[in-house]
């Protein structure tokens, strides 16, 4: 009998045909709260962390940009600011809430962007396109990352850049603390703020799973990007990976 390929779901082993659905399921549960989430567990570094990937991208007037996995919208806004009226600025999601939540989000904000549910596997966009494609605290959810990354990469036009914001691996000293606040104060907040904690106790073991620095841009250059550097945020709490398509 022919086994199906495995996929880490957190800390546990699933088919990979699942993984989709139970990140669906995750994201569903606490999009209502996603924002407010993100404040309190970050201390709002998380602002500061997307305000850096936005100044980093180079982003200008007229350029097309891709956010995937776009959330609740606070990179695309930024984009849409720069790239202006001639400009394009599209969202993308798998999960239809967390898209709905970031396109209401910016029509509340009197911006309006094309936002289209897909899978980052399989990008609905011609080869070529893009000038600039972004990734936030989305990448550690999918799948198969690599195929991810190189359907970002061919979207991109030549010369195009990719970044991919991500929560990495903390500098060794604090990893003891950070630890126990990821493993204690996280679920505790999740089950008291946004009523689940279950799901940042997922969110937790999804960064413990993720590919830290080193590896994610060893992941960046076999997906065919170039001149790929990185740079560690709040002790490496996150990391933004920056790649170019020659």
Known sequence: MVRMSQTDFGYRDVDAAEKAGRVAGVFSSV?????????????????????????????????????????????AREFARRVGPVGEVWLTDINRAMLERGRDRLLDRGVTLPAVQCDAEALPFPSDYFDCVSVAFGLRNMTD??????????????AGRLLVLEFSRVWAPLARAYDWYSFTVLPWLGGKVAGDEAAYRYLAESIRMHPDQESLKAMLERAGLENVEYFNLSAGVAALHRGYKI
Request: charged share 30%; hydrophobic share 45%; net charge positive.
């Open 31 to 75: 999009a209502a709260r996603y924002d407010l989430m993100n404040d309190l567990m970050s201390g709002g570094l998380h602002r500061l962390w997307k305000a850096f990937t936005v100044t980093l991208a180079g982003v200008r007037e007229g350029e097309r940009v891709l956010d995937v996995a776009a959330g609740s919208g606070d990179l």
């Open 145 to 158: 990352k690599e195929s991810a990354l190189a359907e970002m990469r061919r979207v991109l036009k030549p």
